[in-house]
């Protein structure tokens, strides 16, 4: 009997430990589809949250329509102007936190029921985020009513 205890003791903490680190595998910064902007994927709490640690554009030009609405200059760094809170409009995208509490899913092996906030629109979504394999990342974000309402995306590791 104590050999069973000890076996099942082994077995829990084999499963625990590849759990821990098929979670510990997405994290990283990451390409974001386009290469238009660069993400950190890190822990919070239990969960997986990211910010976007470069963007290729980091500043305003003319023509861009945040400049044509008077909210910013040409050359300022790109700020959160969408955002529905008034007092975020001015956080700078560099160093946003847009991902946040993705929860993994060991039977699936994907990440679950994150949110996503989307700066270019200011509206937030619901995700998924699943590893293909090392190197390349599927994010799926769409509306709480549907799964088909949204977008995918495909990055690759930085």
């Given at each position: ?6 076996l099942?003791?082994v ?114 979504y619901?995700?998924e ?9 599927k ?19 930085k």
């Open positions: 009997m104590k050999k069973l205890v000890n099942l003791a077995l829990f903490f084999l499963l625990f430990v590849g759990s821990v680190s098929a979670n510990d595998k997405i994290l990283g910064t990451w390409i974001t589809e386009g290469g238009k902007s660069n993400v950190e994927l890190y822990k919070c709490g239990g969960n997986v949250c990211g910010k976007i640690v470069w963007l290729k554009e980091p500043n305003y030009k003319e023509g861009d329509d945040q400049v044509k609405k008077g909210q910013v200059k040409a050359g300022d760094p790109k700020v959160d102007t969408e955002n529905p809170d008034a007092s975020k409009k001015k956080n700078p995208i560099v160093g946003l936190e847009f991902l946040k509490n993705f929860k993994y899913d060991a039977g699936d092996e994907e990440f679950v029921n994150g949110e996503i906030y989307d700066p270019e629109s200011g509206k937030l619901v995700g985020l699943k590893l293909v394999n090392d190197n390349t990342l994010l799926n974000g769409h509306l709480k009513i549907s799964r088909f309402l949204g977008k995918k995306q495909t990055w690759k590791r």
